[in-house]
């Protein structure tokens, strides 16, 4: 009797939910209880704990929401265009790659920030091999499964009939960029760090700060602003979202990527690092605003029931997800601010609190909510 394959797309996206899960919970919320109570117990924060730092992000990002974010994609974009995914078994394969890829990464340069001695040499070699090795088997496999989507989207009717999928076409675009861009930019940063003769317990601070901020004000707000175009309007009762909104929306996004680009490849600067937040924060404005999740709730002619949000726990979720991208829009334009000079009462000087408004606040808040309706 032949194999049914038909649930073998499901079980693919169950897979990048729970890689997402573990991500989470262990080298994410786990690892930032670790360093919090460090902190609050006052050990000596060194070596171990900059590699702890940078874990903690990758873990969140490309774990977390990434893992989280693709798995939806595979399964959802591909009805959206009206068509199967091309070649689920590639994607099956791809996800292994992916996994195995974050663990190598996780493991070595924990491994390396916390346990290698520094006399250790061919420890050293074999743990900074093994860290490159991840992230380039991450990368290898995020250009591999966008690869596959975008084989997809080429099938089915003519993209000018699909108005669903064509609404949000720019913005997919740009989330696959940025999603790509990220991962070059951390195998850039880790691969000339190695070659230098750098460990990579701690990879360089350009690379990092640029691929972080692709990950999370390119790739999440593109691509969260795009699936709430489609499936507030339903889910939530919002109104449809403006077409000429998302396109500016992914305009700025573009441009904000741009400039972590320069800030990656060129140095850190006034120029690059100030361009960037202010045409991040101006897009998380306009996606927000062009999804109208603050506007009223549509009302259903001849509905059975009155909606109210306030009865809706993932109504609310999705709201205050939404007012914490603001909060990090907010914050970023203070660092914009402060870096032209202008003196604000609290320092600014880092980006940590528009990141952690963003990826705690508006991501986390949005997945959870979304995933609970």
Same mark, same amino acid.
């Given at each position: 009797?032949?194999?049914?394959?038909?649930?073998?797309?499901?079980?693919?996206?169950?897979?990048?939910?729970?890689?997402?899960?573990?991500?989470?919970?262990?080298?994410?919320?786990?690892?930032?209880?670790?360093?919090?109570?460090?902190?609050?117990?006052?050990?000596?924060?060194?070596?171990?704990?900059?590699?702890?730092?940078?874990?903690?992000?990758?873990?969140?990002?490309?774990?977390?929401?990434?893992?989280?974010?693709?798995?939806?994609?595979?399964?959802?974009?591909?009805? !959206?265009?009206?068509? +199967?995914? =091309? %070649?689920?078994?590639?994607?099956?394969?791809?996800?292994?790659? *992916? $996994? /195995?890829? #974050?663990?190598?990464?996780?493991?070595?340069?924990?491994?390396?920030?916390?346990?290698?001695?520094?006399?250790?040499?061919?420890?050293?070699?074999?743990?900074?091999?093994?860290?490159?090795?991840?992230?380039?088997?991450?990368?290898?496999?995020?250009?591999?499964?966008?690869?596959?989507?975008?084989?997809?989207?080429?099938?089915?009717?003519? !993209?000018?009939?699909? +108005?669903? =999928? %064509?609404?949000?076409?720019?913005?997919?675009?740009?989330?696959? *960029? $940025? /999603?790509? #861009?990220?991962?070059?930019?951390?195998?850039?940063?880790?691969?000339?760090?190695?070659?230098?003769?750098?460990?990579?317990?701690?990879?360089?601070?350009?690379?990092?700060?640029?691929?972080?901020?692709?990950?999370?004000?390119?790739?999440?707000?593109?691509?969260?602003?795009?699936?709430?175009?489609?499936?507030?309007?339903?889910?939530?009762?919002?109104?449809?979202?403006?077409?000429?909104?998302?396109?500016?929306?992914?305009?700025?996004?573009?441009?904000?990527? /741009?400039?972590?680009?320069?800030?990656?490849?060129?140095?850190?600067?006034?120029?690059?690092?100030?361009?960037?937040?202010?045409?991040?924060?101006?897009?998380?404005?306009?996606?927000?605003?062009?999804?109208?999740?603050?506007?009223?709730?549509?009302?259903?002619?001849?509905?059975?029931?009155?909606?109210?949000?306030?009865?809706?726990?993932?109504?609310?979720?999705?709201?205050?997800?939404?007012?914490?991208?603001?909060?990090?829009?907010?914050?970023?334009?203070?660092?914009? /601010?402060?870096?032209?000079?202008?003196?604000?009462?609290?320092?600014?000087?880092?980006?940590?609190?528009?990141?952690?408004?963003?990826?705690?606040?508006?991501?986390?808040?949005?997945?959870?909510?979304?995933?609970?309706?």
């Amino acid at each position: 009797m032949p194999r049914n394959t038909t649930a073998k797309p499901d079980r693919l996206w169950a897979r990048f939910v729970w890689l997402s899960f573990l991500c989470a919970l262990l080298p994410g919320f786990g690892l930032a209880a670790f360093m919090t109570g460090a902190w609050l117990l006052g050990l000596p924060r060194g070596h171990w704990y900059a590699a702890s730092v940078q874990v903690h992000a990758v873990s969140f990002l490309l774990g977390w929401g990434g893992a989280m974010i693709l798995g939806v994609g595979l399964h959802f974009l591909p009805r !959206l265009r009206g068509v +199967k995914l =091309f %070649r689920p078994r590639w994607a099956g394969v791809l996800f292994w790659v *992916l $996994t /195995l890829g #974050l663990i190598l990464r996780f493991c070595g340069q924990l491994a390396l920030g916390s346990f290698v001695p520094s006399h250790e040499s061919t420890a050293r070699i074999l743990f900074n091999g093994i860290i490159v090795t991840g992230i380039v088997l991450n990368t290898l496999s995020i250009a591999g499964l966008l690869a596959l989507l975008a084989i997809t989207f080429r099938s089915g009717r003519p !993209l000018k009939e699909n +108005k669903g =999928f %064509r609404q949000i076409a720019p913005l997919l675009a740009v989330a696959a *960029l $940025t /999603l790509l #861009l990220a991962q070059l930019v951390w195998g850039w940063g880790a691969v000339t760090a190695w070659v230098d003769g750098f460990d990579l317990a701690i990879l360089p601070a350009s690379a990092q700060r640029s691929a972080i901020n692709l990950m999370l004000f390119g790739f999440i707000m593109a691509m969260a602003t795009g699936m709430s175009a489609r499936l507030f309007p339903l889910t939530f009762r919002t109104h449809q979202a403006s077409q000429s909104g998302l396109k500016i929306t992914a305009g700025f996004l573009i441009l904000g990527s /741009l400039f972590s680009l320069a800030e990656a490849f060129l140095g850190f600067s006034f120029v690059w690092s100030t361009g960037a937040a202010v045409f991040y924060a101006c897009g998380i404005l306009s996606g927000t605003f062009s999804g109208r999740i603050f506007h009223r709730r549509k009302v259903i002619p001849h509905a059975t029931t009155t909606y109210h949000m306030r009865e809706d726990p993932a109504a609310i979720g999705v709201v205050t997800a939404y007012f914490w991208a603001l909060v990090s829009a907010l914050f970023l334009f203070a660092f914009a /601010l402060e870096k032209i000079g202008l003196p604000l009462p609290i320092s600014f000087a880092q980006e940590n609190l528009a990141r952690h408004a963003m990826g705690a606040g508006f991501m986390t808040l949005l997945i959870i909510s979304v995933g609970w309706k």
